[in-house]
């Protein structure tokens, strides 16, 4: 392929995450490619030049130009006494206007929606089935925090939450966290998990394991190992509560340890019979968030249904 084919196969892509983005926002697919089409052309153009730019039909161009001119997000210019061109509003000017758009949206729907939500009747529980469903429910859960929020985790995963954890942190939350290995931008209270070498935790749990607590109402508790990961959401009382304790218990611990003697810390850490003991089950945390994700997973799935015995024949004889 020419250096010319490579360009023009990148302002391709370019334009078509573009389109996408638009989308996600409100436009219409049609209104998206007449809009990058206007763009692109830096000058006014007939409807049949943005029908050919943009790949919009010509039966349905005019009436998507004009769906653009009704958002502000095109003028029609004239040329003359009947040839009407059409000219976008700047990017910057349209992103500015639907970034206040949404956040007046946003303020409304915060204000309405829970006059008309009604007290839940039922528990959440959902579970993820795969690392980026489980971190995106994680964040959900980090950036409702209003008073506290309780994390312990690898630092591979922290580090994806930590935008959200720190604008918490900025924002007045008390936040506690443990990290299963060094973080070198530790946010709010932040401890490093020294008991056990990281790969050591690994091996005991099966998973890099990730818990997430916000103001004692929602939870995330997850795993992850080998591209693989379950986790479950839920806002049960109870489940929240073993989470935050989860965390609590190690914070707790690691003060606790530091009143003693590194050595005869690590020395009853390390060979004491009960201890062993309690991490004899290696890999049971990731076998039960597994198992719990196989059969959420089995649920969602449509039953074939078996016809019963004679069905056919009485349907034939109606």
């Not at 926002?25 to 050919?52: F, I």
């Not at 190690?250 to 009853?268: N, P, T």
């Amino acid at each position: 392929m020419t250096a010319a084919g490579t360009a023009e196969g990148r302002g391709n892509m370019s334009q078509q995450s573009v389109v996408e983005e638009l989308q996600r926002l409100g436009m219409s697919g049609y209104e998206a490619k007449a809009y990058v089409a206007l763009v692109a052309a830096g000058t006014p153009l007939n409807g049949y030049e943005v029908a050919k730019r943009s790949g919009v039909p010509r039966s349905t161009v005019y009436e998507t130009l004009g769906k653009l001119v009704s958002r502000g997000a095109a003028y029609e210019v004239r040329a003359g006494e009947a040839s009407v061109g059409y000219i976008s509003l700047p990017p910057s000017a349209l992103l500015d206007r639907m970034r206040r758009d949404f956040d007046q949206s946003i303020e409304t729907l915060r204000a309405e929606l829970p006059q008309v939500a009604s007290p839940p009747q039922v528990r959440l529980v959902h579970s993820m089935v795969d690392r980026a469903s489980l971190l995106d429910r994680a964040e959900d859960v980090v950036a409702a925090a209003q008073t506290d929020l309780f994390l312990s985790g690898w630092p591979e995963e922290i580090a994806e939450l930590k935008p959200l954890v720190k604008r918490a942190a900025d924002e007045g939350v008390d936040v506690s966290v443990v990290s299963f290995g060094e973080d070198p931008d530790p946010v709010g209270n932040t401890i490093a998990h020294r008991f056990s070498k990281p790969e050591v935790v690994l091996e005991n749990l099966g998973c890099r394991l990730l818990v997430i607590a916000a103001d004692r109402e929602q939870a995330v508790i997850g795993g992850i190992v080998n591209g693989e990961a379950w986790g479950v959401y839920t806002d049960d009382p109870a489940v929240v509560l073993v989470a935050v304790e989860y965390v609590r218990h190690d914070i707790a611990m690691h003060l606790i340890a530091e009143k003693f003697d590194v050595e005869d810390f690590e020395q009853f850490w390390t060979s004491d019979p009960a201890l062993n003991h309690l991490r004899a089950d290696h890999g049971a945390a990731a076998a039960l968030l597994r198992r719990s994700a196989g059969q959420a997973a089995q649920a969602r799935r449509p039953r074939r249904r078996t016809p019963k015995s004679g069905s056919a024949t009485t349907q034939s004889s109606k």
